[in-house]
């Protein structure tokens, strides 16, 4: 073996020399130790040997490329060679650095396994933990947690190991995870994630949580990451003492949450009570999926006290059928678990096309409506029958009966699908109904969904009671919203199309949509057939007396005005696009879901309400 020199490698002092002349090496060795600025290097032999001499010593300064120490080959006659220093890759798991003893010590107080009693108590109730619930919502060892250390600002008043034991996390969850990351690839299914904690300080909003909550809105704008928020809990906390504010007003959590409105999509899950901030943050939330066990209120009951206004239960306030049915929950549940299944599946539609899908027999179409025209039937069975099998979510189911509203997939492709309900006022569009339809459109136009419309209307709902009601600034948001659509609109036709209610439906006007197509069944007018003949021919029929020769003129008149407007004679005006067989209608779809594409975001509108 050739000789070998040890050069120094920088400027530094020689802190330590760990060997010496004659003495036998291995290779990995610690030979010297220097220091230069407050930070030591050890230099290692390179290979076995021996030390042939010495040229430094502890305490000396020594230059770069200064030699050190020459190294040869072994000599023949035995040396006794010091072991070398034990790597820490080569330790055993169990005899771990004291630092990451510590953090995983640290760590164990967030995590459910050091708290039994409070996730005991919790699973009394019926319910899972902030924990369990995102383990179930994202794939498997996919979330990496942000924040997991934080503590309850309350050190001027709690010792550190009350805090540590008792606001793991200040009683918030954040970290981002994949969600439905086998479907369409970890890289598309990245979601931030954030759940309020009810089992610490009953899930209130802190100082330190609103921080952790900014952090992750803010990564979430910046990466265009959707979010999910888990918002149980009692609103803001009046307990956190290090900070030194008054009201806490100046807290950006709410403007942060609310700026991602039409940037990423924002889903809000409810369970048990979600009270003031917290209600604030699922109420700007794309889609509120609550269990039917909640509560949602901006005020708890402490709060409806201390206003003078009385004393109710928890369960009094906002309970989950009052909200289902003025519109505040979107999809309602029985419990965390069905919870988390919608959000899954609703984040999908937002996630791309699906490969695998099914459907059923598109012949059963031919019979979703009954011979008679003026029959109710069931719209719901149609529009599962038009959309891939099981792939429907219905939102607002109790909210707005006139008009219902879902996302579906056509031969895997999300779409929002709306149609309008025969079963209330005839399929009639009332205010609730509007609304409804108006912000629908534009949720599915935000996230680049087309829109499919099967419309069966006798136009908008009319009458002095509707009018009390703001009826003209409502409907008119339907024409608002389309007037400034990005995406595909898609009109079917199913039986009455009539008037500006008809319009509405289709987009704007019937030349509106991608395509407007009706099936045989339709029929269409200015107004309602019914209303046009006794309109149009009220001195006809007032001419003769009341009884059969009436109602034979009356007959006539119809039967010739429905001639006039089916859906044949329509086409032939070129005032719709085709009249196809019901059984067509996922093919039409299909195919035009093809030749469509998503336009750039036009300017924003003044809403009419």
């Known amino acids: 073996m050739s000789q070998d020199t040890l050069r120094a490698p920088m400027s530094a002092t020689v802190v330590q020399v760990a060997v010496a002349a004659g003495q036998a090496v291995q290779a990995g060795q610690t030979l010297v130790i220097l220091e230069a600025m407050k ?40 040396v006794a060679v010091e072991p070398a220093s034990t790597t820490e890759a080569a330790m055993p798991a169990s005899d771990l650095r004291a630092d990451l003893v510590a953090l995983n010590e640290r760590v164990a107080f967030t995590l459910d396994a050091s708290r039994p009693d409070a996730v005991a108590k919790r699973h009394a109730q019926g319910q899972r933990t902030a924990r369990e619930n995102i383990a179930d919502l994202c794939d498997a060892a996919s979330f990496i947690e942000y924040g997991a250390l934080a503590v309850a600002a309350q050190r001027s008043r709690r010792t550190p190991e009350d805090l540590v034991r008792n606001t793991p996390a200040d009683g918030m969850v954040t970290g981002i995870g994949s969600i439905n990351g086998a479907m369409f690839g970890e890289e598309s299914s990245r979601c931030v994630v954030m759940s309020y904690d009810a089992t610490v300080l009953a899930g209130t909003q802190g100082m330190r949580n609103h921080q952790k909550t900014d952090r992750m809105l803010g990564i979430a704008l910046r990466q265009r990451l959707p979010v999910v928020l888990f918002a149980e809990g009692g609103g803001g906390r009046p307990g956190d003492t290090d900070m030194p504010i008054v009201a806490g007003l100046h807290v950006t959590t709410f403007a942060s949450h609310a700026r991602l409105s039409g940037q990423v999509p924002v889903v809000g899950i409810a369970s048990g009570r979600c009270f003031a901030g917290n209600a604030a943050l699922l109420g700007c939330c794309d889609v509120i999926i609550a269990t039917k066990r909640s509560n949602i209120g901006m005020g708890g009951p402490a709060m409806v006290e201390g206003g003078g206004l009385g004393v109710f239960k928890p369960e009094e306030i906002g309970p989950s059928h009052v909200q289902h049915a003025n519109g505040v ?15 899954k599946k609703y984040l999908a539609f937002t996630q791309g096309r699906t490969a695998a899908w099914s459907a059923a027999d598109a012949i059963r179409l031919r019979q979703a409506l009954p011979d008679n025209r003026v029959r109710s039937y069931d719209m719901r069975q149609v529009m599962q029958l038009v959309a891939d099998t099981d792939s429907m979510l219905e939102l607002r189911a109790g909210f707005g009966a006139g008009i219902f509203t879902a996302f579906a997939r056509i031969e895997g492709r999300p779409v929002g699908l709306m149609a309008n309900n025969p079963a209330h006022l005839g399929g009639a569009i009332d205010a609730d109904a509007a609304d409804k339809a108006a912000r629908f459109m534009r949720l599915c136009d935000s996230y680049g969904l087309p829109i499919v ?15 009390v009601q703001a009826q003209v600034r409502h409907v008119s948001r339907m024409f608002l919203v389309e007037a400034h659509l990005r995406v595909p609109f898609f009109a079917i036709v199913l039986r009455k199309g009539y008037g500006l209610g008809a319009m509405a439906m289709a987009g704007g006007g019937f030349h509106s949509p991608m395509f407007t197509v009706a099936w045989p069944t339709g029929e269409f007018g200015a107004m309602g057939l019914e209303g046009a003949v006794r309109l149009g021919y009220r001195k006809e029929l007032e001419a003769l007396p009341e009884g059969p020769q009436r109602e034979a003129l009356f007959q006539k008149l119809l039967d010739q005005q429905i001639a006039n407007g089916g859906a044949i004679h329509m086409a032939t005006t070129l005032e719709i696009d085709a009249v196809i067989d019901p059984a067509e209608t996922r093919a039409w779809l299909a195919h035009g879901l093809v030749s469509a594409h998503i336009g750039p975001k036009p300017a924003g509108f003044i809403d009419a309400w």
């Open 39 to 78: 930070m030591e290097h050890e230099l290692r032999a390179e290979r076995d040997g021996e030390v042939r001499s010495l040229l430094v010593q502890a305490g000396e300064l020594v230059n770069e490329g200064d030699v050190l120490m020459h190294l040869g080959a072994r000599s023949a006659a035995p």
């Open 329 to 343: 929950i979107d999809v309602l549940v029985d419990d965390e678990v069905q919870a988390v299944a919608a959000a």
């Open 453 to 467: 419309s099967l419309v069966d209307t006798p136009g908008f709902m009319v009458g002095p009671e509707i009018e």
